[in-house]
């Protein structure tokens, strides 16, 4: 029985919206606070050169570990017992730590949404691709077949394309971008003529046709308004850099689809053949319910980032 299998069959509630994940009561089992162990200086935070924020664990001689700080829950020698499972179903070790699956972070279930993983079970001289969701109806797949036919798939979108449906697509997609932009001109019309308006204010107040209450009234309006518009115009032109944006993938998928999996094949590495998938593909979804007949195949959908 796994970890998720026993949370569940022992009643206990996962914490949040979200079901029990291996990694979730994986983190539980080794949290040295169920001992009255309190653990300082685990984690490791560091910048690369862009700014952005790593995480890495530390050499556990560098943690800083206060024993006995509470009244632990439960004793050490089961707490040893849970560690030595737990070291001896450990998937990797320090030296094995390459990506293994070229697919990671791409294909996730049809029903429940999570990323499939890959996994060698015991007795199964084939890896698995399964969602490791506790009680998701998905069944699992081996996963070379599910390689296979994603590669099967793309190379068939890439030389059965329509060109009236690629076109048809550019139409509506145009359509959309010039509405984008009729309405981004409209704004700013908008905004040019409140900017008029305030102007005509200080000249009606200096006239005395407005009193000063009067003027702040119909100033603190106009100021609402234009604020608004901004944010509105703001909105408008980044959906129109996002459609741009789009134009260029569109242009280029196909023919970088046409090549696909021939540069798929040649990649040496599984990481090379994910950062290649990835560039292509947005997502995978996986179908292969529970109750389907044993010899009713797979399904996947595809969505290319265009």
Known sequence: MGRIAIAHNLGIQPPG????????????????????????????????????????????????????????????????????????????????????????????????????????????????????????????????????????????????????????????????????????????EKTQRIAEQKDKLHDLLEQEVYDVATFLEQSNKLTDASTNLTRTIQTLREEIDKAEAQDKRRENILPALSHFVEEYNRCSSADAK??????????VRYYRHKDWPFDRPFELEIYLRV
């Open 17 to 188: 919206d979200h079901p029990w994940e291996s990694i979730t009561v994986h983190d539980i089992l080794e949290n040295e606070a169920y001992i009255g162990n309190i653990v300082f200086g685990k984690r490791k935070y560091t910048k690369d050169s862009s700014g952005r924020k790593h995480i890495s664990i530390r050499p556990r001689d560098e943690w800083i570990i206060v024993e006995h700080a509470h009244e632990p829950i439960i004793d050490l020698e089961l707490w040893n017992k849970v560690q030595q499972v737990n070291a001896s179903n450990a998937y990797h070790t320090k030296n094995d730590l390459q990506l293994k699956n070229p697919l990671a972070g791409v294909v996730r279930c049809g029903v429940c949404g999570k990323t499939l993983i890959r996994r060698n079970h015991h007795g199964r001289t084939r890896a698995m691709y399964l969602c490791n969701i506790y009680r998701c109806p998905t069944r699992m797949t081996r996963f070379e077949f599910v390689e296979e036919r994603l590669m099967e798939q793309l190379s068939h979108i890439a030389k059965n394309s329509p060109s009236e449906d690629i076109m048809l697509q550019e139409e509506v997609h145009q359509s959309e971008v010039d509405s984008l932009q009729k309405q981004l001109a409209k704004a700013e």
């Open 274 to 283: 994910n950062q290649l998938l990835k560039a292509i593909v947005e997502e």
